[in-house]
């Protein structure tokens, strides 16, 4: 089932003689389930397809649905996009982006309550999501006082709270070391498989993306196959 | 889970120094609206423990606090024969200052007649006074004790009783004696004055030498006994049959042409517009001056707390989080530190007023006042670290660490 498309997006940065055209006519469909990469350097546009994605980065034209919601057409379509990221998306963040005032559960039980949820149900379900991805043990800590690598795990951990149909990558292992960043790229794999989300992961870093299902490369604002 | 909280405890020695800042800040505002209340209180004290609803004071003055007044002391008797009177008292009222060590303690004369209205409402220690001369009743806020001796003018008084909270309009702690005591301490001279005064008497009139001898010595004896005379008061107070009747009694002891008539409510009146009008307007303008400080000083602290986490707010927009949630969290954070900064003050304010020199009155209405303007001081200043907070793009929470 098709739960990303991209249609003819093309988005341009400043008017006149400064306009920078940072994506051009970018087509995209990403299915439940499936793991793509975006890879490119840095400026290629990468980073503005995600955020137009994510709805928090107005395109210049095009389309954008999202679980068969059409959330952009040559305009945004009134949708509450932040709702629309709230139940159907995760994102996970090169710099994690964990709330820094709380601890590990209350970082997971947060998308959940956001959502509405309550927190006798928010924190045993947290819980068995830092258990998922063997972090539990940390549960009491605060981000700062666990590792690079478990503030990852945590992070994502908080990007499946809310079942998204759609988990959104950015960079997730630039600040990782190597080792690290292959295991946190296995885990996303696993995540795709198990949670039957569609995975787009964002990554300069071609070492990264084996065993992906696709890998889009991007240059210049323009996506090749 | 509650994000304001959990942010707070990040932040939270500096949290708790605003709030005890804060709260040194409102305890000089509740203090400021005690003193006014005190004030207040102190000003109308006497006229309010006075039993009389009538004041007759002389003519063409606003006695006897507001302007000086001086009547003779017999016109009580006609007063008193005043159809609905029940009974009418001269008082008089003097402030003395009186040395004590190195310090001087000033005084609020109290004289009244024994048996009649305007003598201590009630007694702590000791009793009332009971002897026409000699002895007095002082308040308790004056630090004398029963049994003290208070040298004034030319006698020497004894402390039989003490009473409590009657102070002069001007907040000094008051003293009662016997009207006699106080028209000798107010009006009598010395026998330096009285010698003087004879011989200036006796002199101006052995110069009328057209005037018969018989006559001339009568006269001379008149005008000295006249100059000596000190049976005056300040006010004749009077209590009514019927407190109703007070308008028509007032309008009956005008008609003499020689009296002015107040009612309580009047006499009180006066006393407010003489005494409190400017302190009034004084103390309001410090309690605005600081409320608008402590506004601002919330106002700064939450927007530097707002700056702190503008990638954490990029972050809960980016995951969903409503602007309600943002705003939430802001605005609790605010109200919870001028609610802590109220409950600093008043804690503060409540062991300590009883210690400040001027009367100082608690009002659970000022206060409850004061808690809604903080209340609505803390949304206002809320508002700016809440527009910062909504303009923050989410996606500087993409960018790198």
């Known amino acids: 089932m098709e739960v990303v498309r991209v249609e003819n997006l093309t988005k341009i940065y400043g008017r006149g003689d400064a306009q920078t055209l940072a994506l051009i006519d970018a087509n995209l469909s990403v299915e439940s389930g499936e793991l793509i990469a975006l890879l490119g350097p840095s400026g290629s546009g990468k980073t503005t397809l995600l955020t137009s994605i994510c709805c928090i980065n107005e395109p210049t034209r095009g389309r954008i649905e999202l679980d068969g919601v059409c959330v952009f057409d040559e305009g945004w379509t009134g949708m509450d996009v932040r709702a629309v990221r709230r139940q159907k998306m995760g994102v996970i963040f090169q710099a994690y982006n964990l709330i820094p005032f709380l601890t590990v559960l209350e970082n997971v039980a947060l998308m959940l309550t956001l959502n509405g949820i309550g927190q006798d149900e928010a924190q045993p379900r947290a819980l068995e999501l830092l258990e998922y991805l063997e972090i539990a043990h940390r549960w009491h800590h605060y981000p700062s006082e666990i590792s690079g690598g478990e503030q990852q795990r945590v992070a994502i951990a908080r990007a499946l709270a809310n079942n998204p149909k759609v988990l959104l990558a950015d960079e997730p292992t630039a600040a990782l070391d190597t080792e690290r960043g292959k295991i946190v790229m296995s885990l996303l794999r696993r995540l795709s498989r198990e949670k039957n989300a569609a995975v787009i992961v964002v990554t300069h870093d071609v070492r990264m993306v084996e065993g992906f299902d696709r890998v889009y490369h991007i240059a210049d604002g323009r996506i090749q196959n | ?272 517009k003489g005494f409190i009008e400017k302190s009034q307007k004084q103390l309001w303008l410090f309690r605005t001056i600081l409320v608008i400080v402590s506004g601002v000083i919330i106002a700064l602290i939450i927007y530097t707390l707002t700056m702190d986490k503008l990638r954490e707010i990029a972050t809960l927009k980016i995951i969903g989080a409503a602007d309600r949630t943002i705003i939430n969290m802001i605005l609790q954070q605010s109200l919870l530190m001028g609610l802590i900064g109220f409950a600093v003050g008043y804690a503060l304010i409540k062991k300590t007023y009883t210690l400040y020199p001027r009367t100082t009155i608690l009002q659970p209405l000022d206060m409850m006042v004061l808690l809604g303007i903080v209340v609505v001081i803390c949304v206002l200043a809320s508002v700016l670290g809440i527009w910062r907070a909504l303009k923050v793009d989410p996606g500087t929470a993409l960018s790198g660490g």
Request: net charge neutral; proline share 5%.
């Open chain 2, 1 to 272: 889970m509650n994000l304001a909280i959990r942010d707070i405890r990040r932040h939270k020695t500096r949290f708790l120094l605003t709030c005890i800042g804060l709260g040194l800040l409102l305890t000089v505002v509740m203090a400021m609206s005690g003193i006014y209340r005190g004030l207040i209180g102190d000003a109308t004290r006497v006229v309010e423990a006075t039993p009389a609803q009538i004041w007759v004071v002389q003519k063409d003055t606003r006695g006897p606090f507001a302007e000086s007044s001086r009547l003779p002391e017999d016109i009580e008797h006609s007063i008193a024969a005043v159809e609905g009177v029940r009974r009418a008292s001269p008082v008089s009222f003097q402030y003395v200052q009186i040395p004590r060590g190195d310090k001087a303690i000033r005084l609020f004369l109290i004289g009244y007649k024994l048996g009649g209205i305007g003598g201590p409402p009630v007694i702590v220690a000791g009793r009332t006074i009971t002897k026409k001369h000699y002895e007095m009743v002082a308040d308790r806020k004056s630090g004398y004790a029963v049994g003290d001796t208070i040298h004034l003018g030319l006698e020497n008084y004894t402390v039989v009783g003490l009473t409590q909270g009657m102070t002069s309009p001007a907040g000094d702690p008051a003293a009662f004696v016997s009207l006699a005591d106080a028209q000798i301490i107010q009006f009598q001279l010395d026998n330096d004055a009285i010698r003087n005064n004879r011989e200036r008497v006796v002199s101006t009139y052995a110069q009328l030498a057209s005037m018969n001898p018989f006559m001339r010595d009568k006269a001379t004896t008149k005008a000295l006994a006249a100059a000596e005379n000190p049976h005056f008061a300040n006010a004749i107070v009077a209590e009514l049959e019927d407190p109703s009747m007070g308008p028509e009694v007032a309008n009956y002891v005008r008609r003499w042409n020689h009296y002015q008539v107040f009612s309580s409510e009047q006499e009180r009146e006066l006393l407010l």
